[in-house]
């Protein structure tokens, strides 16, 4: 059977993000940056086309090496890049400033205001070695900001990814040198919120 392929993203994906590249965040670090987010979605597809084509004698599999388990690692690496990019293209070119609409109640009923969240959520982006994210936790319907690593470290099961806020180097390291606070700074200018409700509004089914 052949494997659902991911779309790969085009230039066509960062215009968004191009309107407001004078608040900080230039095109061409979002130019860059595409070709990073291309590269998560073909590796993605790679493994995904390997993966249909594996040999399924289970004495081929192993947890210390096996093709299995390297394409099963890898995966979460290459698919979590390129939703985590797909996120954060998405959420940015806006208005920035103080959350609107019902994301915004979420955030001061977790947070207590807008300044507390976007407080903790540039403790975390800087205590965090390549991501923080806003996500909305459907266990107990509410937003929470989490750290990550990589794309493929610490997951919260039963969350949907609401925002995402890419402190990789790469994200910034042209516009800042190693400045990554003043580039979270730059981030919260450029927020979409209406692009946040709406992944809020498709999590709950709204
Ligand atoms: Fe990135």
Redesign the pocket.
Known sequence: MEPKLVRVPTEADIQKAFNTAGKGISEATHRA?LG??QGYANKTNEIRKALAELDTDPAKANQIYSLTRSLKANYGFAYG?YLN?NV?FDVIGGEGGPATGDVATLIDDAYGSFDRWAADLKMTGISGRGWAYLGYDHEEQRVFNYLGDGQDTFPAWNNTLILAL?V?E??YFLDFQTARAKYIDAFFQVIDWNAVNARLHKAVGK
């Open positions: 940056h990073l987010w890049g990019h954060y890419d990789y790469h994200a």
